[in-house]
């Protein structure tokens, strides 16, 4: 109940959470380490969410970057 009520005070207040899946982008993602693969199409791909970030929806300004993992070769 309170987890929702804070979900929906903060989507009142323009705040979003960042997308962390796919491709790492510097901008809103903060890697902190690296997992090993041997598929190249995985390169610098989001292997682990290790804390959701958030960014105010209309002006895109993050509040706190996606802390991540990526795979690498």
Same mark, same amino acid.
Do not use: W
């Given at each position: 109940m309170? *987890?929702?009520? @804070? &979900? +929906? =005070?903060l989507?009142? @207040?323009g705040? +979003?959470?960042i997308e962390a899946e796919g491709? @790492? &982008?510097p901008e809103y993602h &903060?890697? $902190?380490?690296t997992e090993d693969t041997d598929d190249e199409s995985k390169e610098d791909i $989001?292997? &682990?969410i290790y804390q !959701?970030? *958030? =960014?105010?929806? +209309?002006?895109k300004q993050v509040i706190r970057p996606a802390t991540v993992?990526? *795979? !690498? !070769?």
């Amino acid at each position: 109940m309170i *987890y929702n009520s @804070l &979900n +929906e =005070m903060l989507a009142g @207040l323009g705040v +979003e959470e960042i997308e962390a899946e796919g491709e @790492l &982008n510097p901008e809103y993602h &903060n890697c $902190i380490s690296t997992e090993d693969t041997d598929d190249e199409s995985k390169e610098d791909i $989001i292997a &682990n969410i290790y804390q !959701k970030g *958030y =960014m105010f929806a +209309e002006s895109k300004q993050v509040i706190r970057p996606a802390t991540v993992s990526v *795979y !690498k !070769k």
